[in-house]
């Protein structure tokens, strides 16, 4: 590396990073210092620049069996639909039907199907089973997020046909208003523009009903486990807010974004709670940073949008912990719309002034850093830089506009992993597009 050749302000924030970074070698050790500096932590929430890195995934696995293993921590909260999750869920606990864990993903159906069903989630969902066998409190996989309206509105009247088939048969009819339509956008647009009547009195009602008839529905002799009155409240719940979310898309996406995130931290708060009944609960959250990191040291703050790792933040002070990662280059299994199958990408170099180009010129080629403190790292990465965020969709040809957003790194997260170049995650489904991959961007001259 030539400092010489570098803005005085970046060269410094480059010796800084290299007086401060922890190597990533893949060894046994790279965490040991991370690990004890969580402490007390109640949520530790790793994020991702990126839906499709397998560094990402593995590395905050290889984090998430450590937190449990040696802090206690009980539940893994991650960015995906509640019912989908659960089903992960029972089968950690060994109280599904499916016979492995690929069959314990296999209800992952919705855009992003790679998302979830990767070989790495795979792995970590073997191991998680593993370990809750021989562990004295076992761990859960929960989801916060809320686009299974439908699969929602199935699990509350499937639980109700069980326990009260006269409530499941009002529930059907307050239902019906939303399944009259095929897709959850089309009631959204549909109510927003006054085409239709909204549904939400009626999902409100069912939701107060099913809360209120909890108590009986425990008291029957073993019928009904609290867990799973829990899993149908949820559902219950998640359905008013998707109504709500769906209504919102057409009506301003700084709404939209500031109901999602809400629910998910909510979610997240009754998670714990009702976890706490049975000891301490300590969660692990999976997210993309775009959710993890303060948004108000972002220009989403500035824009008035809140995300989970600003709620937990205000909600946890520092027994939150915020995890992000950032990489320069290599591949990200991402699609190029909404909707459209998985590709394997390459990821562009980063652009001159971010974040990633900073960490790229540092002479480590995995590290991680520690920002939740005075020292000289965290002053150098305060001001603010662009950071790059790659969702479920990556169009490198408008990278700068799509991608690219404005924070102040240091206070954004309390710690930083980066790696200069990755990979993109293994799908369990490989598209003929994914498997061929980009060419590289001097074919066909090799120059």
Same mark, same amino acid.
């Given at each position: 590396?030539?400092?010489?050749?570098?803005?005085?302000?970046?060269?410094?924030?480059?010796?800084?990073?290299?007086?401060?970074? $922890?190597?990533?070698?893949?060894?046994?050790?790279?965490?040991?210092?991370?690990?004890?500096?969580?402490?007390?932590?109640?949520?530790?929430?790793?994020?991702?620049?990126?839906?499709?890195?397998?560094?990402?995934?593995?590395?905050?696995?290889?984090?998430?069996? $450590?937190?449990?293993?040696?802090?206690?921590?009980?539940?893994?909260?991650?960015?995906?639909?509640?019912?989908?999750?659960?089903?992960?869920?029972?089968?950690?606990?060994?109280?599904?039907?499916?016979?492995?864990?690929? $069959?314990?993903?296999?209800?992952?159906?919705?855009?992003?199907?790679?998302?979830?069903?990767?070989?790495?989630?795979?792995?970590?969902?073997?191991?998680?089973?593993?370990?809750?066998?021989?562990?004295?409190?076992?761990?859960?996989?929960?989801?916060?997020?809320?686009?299974?309206?439908?699969?929602?509105?199935?699990?509350?009247?499937?639980?109700?046909?069980?326990?009260?088939?006269?409530?499941?048969?009002?529930?059907?009819?307050?239902?019906?208003?939303?399944?009259?339509?095929?897709?959850?956008?089309?009631?959204?647009?549909?109510?927003?523009?006054?085409?239709?009547?909204?549904?939400?009195?009626?999902?409100?009602?069912?939701?107060?009903?099913?809360?209120?008839?909890?108590?009986?529905?425990?008291?029957?002799?073993?019928?009904?486990?609290?867990?799973?009155?829990?899993?149908?409240?949820?559902?219950?719940?998640?359905?008013?807010?998707?109504?709500?979310?769906?209504?919102?898309?057409?009506?301003?996406?700084?709404?939209?974004?500031?109901?999602?995130?809400?629910?998910?931290?909510?979610?997240?708060?009754?998670?714990?709670?009702?976890?706490?009944?049975?000891?301490?609960?300590?969660?692990?959250?999976?997210?993309?940073?775009?959710?993890?990191?303060?948004?108000?040291?972002?220009?989403?703050?500035?824009?008035?949008?809140?995300?989970?790792?600003?709620?937990?933040?205000?909600?946890?002070?520092?027994?939150?912990?915020?995890?992000?990662?950032?990489?320069?280059?290599?591949?990200?299994?991402?699609?190029?719309?909404?909707?459209?199958?998985?590709?394997?990408?390459?990821?562009?170099?980063?652009?001159?002034?971010?974040?990633?180009?900073?960490?790229?010129?540092?002479?480590?080629?995995?590290?991680?850093? $520690?920002?939740?403190?005075?020292?000289?790292?965290?002053?150098?990465?305060?001001?603010?830089?662009?950071?790059?965020?790659?969702?479920?969709?990556?169009?490198?040809?408008?990278?700068?506009?799509?991608?690219?957003?404005?924070?102040?790194?240091?206070?954004?997260?309390?710690?930083?992993?980066?790696?200069?170049?990755?990979?993109?995650?293994?799908?369990?489904?490989?598209?003929?597009?994914?498997?061929?991959?980009?060419?590289?961007?001097?074919?066909?001259?090799?120059?």
């Amino acid at each position: 590396m030539n400092l010489s050749a570098i803005a005085g302000s970046e060269a410094s924030a480059i010796a800084a990073v290299d007086a401060e970074a $922890r190597p990533v070698t893949g060894a046994p050790g790279d965490y040991d210092e991370l690990i004890d500096q969580v402490g007390d932590a109640r949520v530790v929430m790793i994020g991702e620049a990126t839906h499709g890195t397998h560094e990402f995934y593995r590395h905050r696995a290889v984090i998430t069996k $450590r937190l449990i293993e040696e802090k206690g921590f009980t539940a893994v909260a991650v960015e995906a639909d509640w019912p989908d999750a659960y089903r992960v869920n029972r089968w950690v606990h060994g109280a599904d039907d499916d016979p492995d864990a690929e $069959r314990a993903l296999a209800g992952f159906e919705r855009f992003p199907t790679w998302m979830w069903r990767n070989a790495d989630v795979l792995d970590f969902v073997g191991w998680l089973r593993s370990h809750n066998e021989r562990a004295d409190r076992p761990t859960g996989f929960y989801g916060l997020d809320l686009y299974s309206l439908y699969r929602s509105i199935e699990a509350v009247v499937a639980y109700l046909d069980k326990m009260d088939p006269p409530a499941a048969a009002r529930a059907r009819e307050r239902y019906a208003c939303l399944e009259r339509f095929e897709e959850s956008q089309a009631y959204g647009y549909s109510a927003a523009r006054g085409l239709t009547p909204s549904c939400r009195q009626g999902v409100v009602r069912q939701l107060i009903d099913l809360r209120n008839a909890g108590d009986a529905y425990l008291r029957r002799d073993g019928i009904a486990a609290e867990d799973e009155q829990f899993y149908a409240e949820e559902n219950a719940r998640l359905v008013v807010d998707a109504e709500e979310y769906y209504r919102s898309m057409f009506t301003g996406p700084i709404s939209s974004w500031n109901l999602r995130d809400s629910h998910m931290a909510g979610t997240l708060e009754r998670l714990i709670s009702h976890l706490e009944g049975r000891g301490e609960a300590r969660t692990v959250v999976w997210a993309h940073n775009s959710h993890i990191g303060d948004a108000r040291r972002t220009s989403m703050g500035r824009r008035g949008e809140h995300n989970i790792g600003q709620l937990a933040r205000e909600r946890f002070g520092l027994g939150a912990v915020l995890i992000g990662f950032t990489t320069c280059t290599g591949t990200v299994s991402a699609a190029s719309d909404w909707g459209a199958g998985v590709e394997r990408k390459r990821v562009r170099p980063p652009r001159r002034g971010s974040i990633e180009a900073l960490f790229g010129e540092a002479d480590r080629e995995a590290f991680w850093l $520690r920002l939740r403190d005075d020292g000289r790292a965290a002053g150098e990465l305060f001001p603010a830089r662009l950071e790059r965020a790659i969702g479920v969709i990556y169009r490198p040809e408008n990278e700068l506009v799509s991608h690219y957003f404005e924070a102040h790194v240091s206070e954004q997260f309390d710690y930083v992993i980066h790696f200069d170049e990755t990979r993109a995650v293994e799908p369990l489904e490989r598209t003929v597009e994914w498997k061929r991959g980009e060419p590289p961007e001097t074919y066909p001259t090799s120059l």
